[in-house]
């Protein structure tokens, strides 16, 4: 796929990764669609690309809003070249404090939000042999990362639908991909309500991952991981299991320690 005069469609458009990806693709002569929940926020955003592209506010929980919003894209500005299922949300807690409230709603956002939008851009794409679809994951979607079991099952879930589908479309002419960010500079660990704190590995700017989503889409590549470096991770942990659960366990001393039963 080539940027150049494509359309595409970001989620999770408004800020962070999901603006840095529309800024991108602008940049590179695509059309752009953008959703997200704040409409006034697109708005803005659309404005500052210079009016190239559309606006379509949904929340991609809701299948009927998101799929109208990626119909309404798609009849503005035509068929949906390459989608980008980057809405996201985290959550940072043990599971044994954590509501099974969050573990629905993470999973709600993260992952059936990205089965919705890829449900309604698929068929064209089959039909004409072209396109591109490309899911922000996540690092923690390839490590179980301890205190984000939420938010780790869910970008899991995104992995597995990604690698079962780039299989599934192999002889299709759509292309499949799967950007898996470390920790990102954005307002997502505010969001979450649990600052990032830990000095290694240091957050990267959400233009870095923008770039990930670039080279995915224009070589084709089912998995980038960026920073490149966080790949020694996800190997250490399948060659050597005990090792890297020896790390986490590590890393996380302190967290483990005040979450540990008072003696009896």
Same mark, same amino acid.
């Given at each position: ?29 695509? =059309? ?18 210079? %009016? ?15 799929? +109208? ?49 890829? =449900? ?34 869910? =970008? ?6 990604? %690698? ?25 660990? =505010?969001?979450?309500? +649990? ?35 966080? %790949? ?5 942990? +399948? ?22 039963? %008072?003696?009896?």
């Amino acid at each position: 796929m080539r940027w150049e005069g494509s359309v595409t469609v970001v989620t999770g458009a408004s800020r962070g990764i999901g603006e840095a990806v529309v800024r991108a693709a602008a940049r590179r002569g695509a =059309k752009v669609g953008l959703i997200a929940r704040s409409e006034d926020d697109l708005n803005t955003l659309l404005a500052s690309i210079g %009016e190239r592209g559309a606006v379509a506010p949904a929340d991609v929980t809701d299948e009927e809003a998101l799929t +109208h919003a990626l119909t309404s894209i798609a009849a503005e500005l035509g068929p949906i070249d390459i989608l980008v299922n980057n809405a996201g949300i985290g959550h940072y807690g043990a599971v044994s404090s954590t509501d099974t409230a969050v573990f629905e709603k993470l999973m709600a956002v993260n992952y059936y939000g990205t089965v919705y939008a890829t =449900k309604v851009v698929l068929p064209e794409m089959l039909r004409r042999h072209r396109g591109h679809i490309v899911n922000v994951a996540s690092v923690a979607g390839r490590l179980g990362a301890p205190f984000e079991s939420a938010y780790a099952a869910s =970008k899991f879930a995104v992995v597995g639908l990604t %690698e079962a589908l780039s299989v599934e479309l192999s002889h299709s002419g759509v292309g499949v991909s799967m950007v898996n960010p470390g920790p990102v500079a954005t307002e997502f660990f =505010k969001a979450r309500g +649990h600052p990032y704190s830990r000095a290694f590995p240091r957050p990267i700017p959400a233009s870095q991952v923008a770039e990930a989503v670039v080279r995915a889409v224009t070589d084709d590549r089912l998995e980038v991981t960026v920073p490149t470096w966080l %790949e020694l991770g996800v190997i250490t942990r +399948h060659i050597a299991p005990l090792l890297y659960r020896w790390g986490a366990a590590r890393s996380f001393s302190d967290e483990l320690a005040a979450t540990a039963p %008072e003696d009896a």
